[in-house]
């Protein structure tokens, strides 16, 4: 069983900055990308922000520059780092990471942790 807990969300004013984390824990191989998701109210999950094995980084454009994402391989994390966060920035944050188990390598998610920006 592959479980990946998010942790680190909470309320935050406009303009602050905030961490989150997420390790991976169960039996695996090897953990392939990893991701942050997110899901604001009444809109669909958008990708922030991914990291490949070797740490090739990818971001959505409207978080380039003010979104950090890093990943620890030896203790199976990733980690987002947030600053000059907006109000539109609220939504539930997702981690995501393509898992490789014996058979195949599939797609895990967390249960989200809510980040709230308040104006």
């Known amino acids: 069983q592959v479980q990946l807990v998010e942790s680190g969300g909470g309320l935050v004013q406009a303009g602050g900055s905030l961490g989150l984390s997420c390790v991976i824990s169960?039996?695996?191989?090897?953990?392939?990308?990893m991701g942050w998701y997110r899901q604001a109210p009444g809109k669909q999950r958008e990708l922030v922000a991914r990291i490949s094995s070797g740490g090739s980084t990818m971001y959505a454009d409207s978080k380039k520059g003010r979104f950090t994402i890093s990943r620890d391989n030896a203790n199976n994390t990733v980690a987002l780092y947030m600053n000059s966060l907006k109000p539109e920035d609220t939504a539930v944050y997702y981690c995501?990471?393509?898992?490789?188990?014996?058979?195949?390598?599939?797609?895990?998610w967390g249960k989200g942790t809510l980040v709230t920006v308040s104006s």
């Open positions: 169960g039996r695996f191989i090897s953990i392939n990308t």
């Open positions: 995501n990471a393509d898992v490789r188990k014996v058979g195949g390598t599939l797609p895990y």
